[in-house]
């Protein structure tokens, strides 16, 4: 069983950055697939990144060149760095990991892009 819990987000104005981080309770050195997700109001959750065993990474075409996704096994932990953030970035972010065929996620951090 792997707890993950995310943090870092907050109030940014457009145009601003922001670091997510998902610090999880166990070793994620070994997990295939970490990723973050999002869900604004009224929609459903989507993908945002992926990061996979061998270090490849994929995002989502809204968010391309401006997040990036990372890893740090050292401390349990993955981190999305967002940049250049726009009001439509607003949501609440969800980290996962894939572990030994089970998926874990977090209970969420909130992201709000306003002026």
């Known amino acids: 069983q792997v707890r993950l819990v995310e943090s870092g987000g907050g109030l940014v104005q457009p145009g601003g950055s922001l670091r997510l981080s998902c610090a999880a309770s166990?070793?994620?050195?070994?997990?295939?697939?970490m990723g973050w997700y999002r869900q604004a109001p009224g929609k459903q959750r989507e993908y945002v990144a992926r990061?996979?065993?061998?270090?490849?990474?994929n995002y989502a075409d809204s968010v391309k060149g401006r997040f990036t996704i990372s890893r740090d096994n050292a401390k349990n932990t993955v981190y999305l760095q967002m940049n250049s953030l726009k009001p439509e970035d607003t949501a609440l972010y969800y980290c996962?990991?894939?572990?030994?065929?089970?998926?874990?996620w977090g209970q969420g951090t909130q992201v709000t892009v306003s002026a």
């Open positions: 166990g070793s994620i050195s070994r997990a295939s697939q």
């Open positions: 996962n990991v894939v572990l030994m065929a089970a998926t874990y």
């Open positions: 990061l996979n065993s061998g270090g490849s990474t």
